[in-house]
C-alpha cells in the first residue's frame, strides 16, 4: 500500500496575513463578521503578542511553553474566557463546555466512562452503520450529484451521534432536530457588539433575544425525551437502551446531576458533539479534492483494508493515510479555532530562553490553534496541505502543544477519540463507494462563527467510483 507522497501541496484557501493594523471600527466589523480575517503578520510569526483589545490587556499565545502554563501547567488559574461565556452560557447554561468549578469537575468526572477509548471503540460498528445508511442519498446514476456536502457532513455526524449517545431517541416534532440546534447555536451563540464593547449584563443583546422562543422550544423537546426515557427505566430498566442518556439519567440525584445539568448537557453534547466532526470531515473531502496523490493513497487504503474484512474498530489505525488527512485538515481548517482563557490571578510565564510573559489578573489569553496551526515559526510550508507530515514516523515529531484541535489540560475535548474514530469510519465508507470533486461553484471561504466553516457552502460533484 503507498504512503502519502512527502511534499505534495495545494494551498487551500485563508485570508492572507494583515500587514497593516486595523482601525477600531474595522476590528469591530472584522470580530462580528469573520475574526479569522483579523490576525496581522505577527500574529503567525511571534511567539507572543501583548496587547489591548477594547480596553482589556489581552495575550495572544503562539509559544507551546506558554500554551502549556495557561492550559496545563497552571491550568487552575484560568477560567472560560468573559466573551465566550457571554456567548455561550445562556443556550448551554451548565453543561460540561461552560460550567466552571466544581459543577465541571463533578459532571466531567460522572460522564468521562463514556468517552474513555475502550467505551468509544465500542461506537464502531454503529459508526458505519449510520455512514452505510447515509450514502443511499447518493445513490442517483453514475453521473452523480452535486450537493452541499457542509450540509451533508452535519447530518451524518448528527446521525451518528443521535444513533451512539442517545439510540436514536431524541422527540422532535420536524425531524430536524439538527438542523434546529444548529440554527439555534447560530441565532443565539453570536457575539454582539455590547459584549465586544464590555457593556452592562443588563443591557438586552437583540441578537439573542431573538433566539429565546427557539431555546424555550428546545428545552421542551429535551425534557420530553428525559421524560420518555425515565418511564422507560422505570417501567422496564433491562429494555431501556444502555446509552449516554440513561447514563446521565441514572447519575440524577444529590451527589451527582441535577435534572438542569443533565438537560444542559444533553444540549451540550448535541451542539458540541456534531457541527466540529462534521465541518472537518468536509474540510477534509475538499482538500482531498485538490490532492490526487492523495486522494490515490487514500482510495489504495481504504480499499485494501475494507477488502481484508478488518472490524470498523481496526480501521483508525489500519488506515493512517486517512487519519493524516483528516488530522491535517484540522491543521489549516481547526474546527474549534479560538481557546481562550481569562486569568484569575497574577501569574507569569518564564520561557527557557530567560524571556518572561507577566499576565496580570483579568487578562485575557488567546491561545487560537487558527494561528498555531499556520505558524511560521512551527510549521515547514505552514499553508500547504500536507498530510505526510502526520504519518507515523512524522506524527511524532509535532509537538504536543504545536497541534491543538482538541485543546488541552483538564478541559481537553472529551469527545476527542469519538471524534477521530467516526471521521476514519465516516471517510472510509464514503470514499470507497464514491468520489467527490470540486465544481466551478466551489470556492469556499473559511468563516468563524462557533467553528471555521466554509461561507457558501462547499458544493461537490459525488460520482461513483469504479469498481
Ligand atoms: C473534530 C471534532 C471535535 C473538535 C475539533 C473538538 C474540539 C474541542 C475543543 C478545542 C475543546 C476544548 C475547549 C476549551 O478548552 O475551551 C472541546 C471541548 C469539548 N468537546 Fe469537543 N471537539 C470535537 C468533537 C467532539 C465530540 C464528538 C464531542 C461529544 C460527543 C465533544 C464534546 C465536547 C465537550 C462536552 C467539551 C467540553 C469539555 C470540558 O470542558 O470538560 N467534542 N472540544
Not at 494583515?18 to 490576525?39: A, D, F, G, Q
Not at 443556550?91 to 465541571?104: H, Q, S, Y
Request: aromatic share 8%; charged share 25%; with cysteine.
Amino acid at each position: 500500500m503507498d504512503g502519502i507522497p512527502k511534499g505534495a501541496g495545494f494551498q487551500p484557501p485563508a485570508p492572507v496575513p494583515r500587514t497593516v493594523p486595523p482601525s477600531r471600527l474595522e476590528i469591530i466589523r472584522t470580530v462580528l463578521k469573520n475574526p479569522l480575517e483579523l490576525w496581522g503578520l505577527p500574529s503567525y510569526t511571534w511567539p507572543w503578542i501583548v496587547t489591548r483589545f477594547f480596553g482589556q490587556t489581552t495575550i495572544i499565545a503562539n509559544d507551546p511553553g506558554l500554551i502549556r502554563h495557561v492550559l496545563v501547567d497552571n491550568a487552575a488559574n484560568y477560567e472560560m474566557s468573559e466573551i465566550r461565556q457571554l456567548v455561550l452560557r445562556p443556550i448551554l447554561r451548565d453543561g460540561l463546555l461552560t460550567a466552571e468549578g466544581p459543577v465541571w469537575k463533578r459532571s466531567r468526572k460522572a460522564m468521562a466512562p463514556v468517552f474513555t477509548p475502550r467505551h468509544a471503540r465500542g461506537f464502531a460498528r454503529q459508526m458505519r452503520e449510520q455512514s452505510e445508511q447515509f450514502l443511499e442519498r447518493y445513490e442517483a446514476g453514475t453521473e452523480g450529484v452535486v450537493r452541499d456536502i457542509a450540509v451533508d457532513m452535519t447530518e451524518l455526524t448528527y446521525a451518528i451521534l443521535s444513533e451512539t449517545l442517545f439510540s436514536g431517541g431524541i422527540v422532535s416534532e420536524k425531524g430536524d432536530f439538527a438542523k434546529d440546534v444548529d440554527d439555534l447555536l447560530h441565532s443565539m451563540g453570536r457575539i454582539d457588539p455590547f459584549d465586544l464593547l464590555r457593556a452592562p449584563k443588563w443591557i438586552p443583546r437583540l441578537t439573542r433575544l431573538r433566539g429565546l422562543g427557539v431555546l424555550r422550544k428546545f428545552r421542551d423537546l429535551v425534557r420530553r425525551t428525559m421524560d420518555q426515557r425515565r418511564t422507560m427505566i422505570q417501567t422496564d430498566r433491562e429494555k431501556a437502551p444502555d446509552d449516554f442518556l440513561t447514563l446521565l439519567l441514572e447519575l440524577e440525584g444529590p451527589d451527582g446531576l441535577t435534572p438542569e445539568e443533565i438537560e444542559d448537557n444533553i444540549l451540550t453534547f448535541i451542539g458540541a458533539g456534531h457541527e466540529t466532526t462534521a465541518r472537518a470531515l468536509a474540510w477534509t473531502l475538499y482538500c482531498v479534492a485538490h490532492s490526487p496523490d492523495i486522494l490515490d493513497a487514500m482510495e489504495q487504503e481504504i480499499d485494501t483494508v475494507i477488502a481484508s474484512g478488518a472490524d470498523p474498530v481496526e480501521w483508525l489505525d489500519q488506515m493512517p493515510n486517512v487519519r493524516a488527512s483528516f488530522e491535517e485538515a484540522m491543521r489549516l481548517y481547526p474546527p474549534a479555532p479560538s481557546i481562550n482563557r481569562d486569568a484569575i490571578a497574577d501569574d507569569r510565564y518564564a520561557a527557557p530562553n530567560g524571556e518572561v510573559v507577566d499576565i496580570a489578573k483579568g487578562t485575557t489569553v488567546l491561545v487560537m490553534p487558527w494561528t498555531l496551526h499556520r505558524h511560521e515559526l512551527y510549521w515547514d510550508r505552514p499553508r500547504i496541505f500536507d498530510p505526510s507530515r502526520f504519518l507515523p514516523g512524522e506524527r511524532e515529531k509535532i509537538g504536543r502543544f504545536q497541534y491543538l484541535p482538541f485543546g488541552a489540560g483538564p478541559r481537553v475535548c472529551i469527545g476527542a477519540t469519538f471524534a477521530l474514530q467516526e471521521a476514519v469510519i465516516a471517510l472510509a465508507v464514503l470514499m470507497q463507494k464514491y468520489r467527490f470533486q470540486t465544481t466551478p461553484q466551489t470556492k469556499p471561504w473559511p468563516v468563524q462563527k462557533l467553528t471555521t466553516q466554509p461561507a457558501g457552502g462547499l458544493p461537490m460533484r459525488i460520482t461513483p467510483r469504479k469498481p
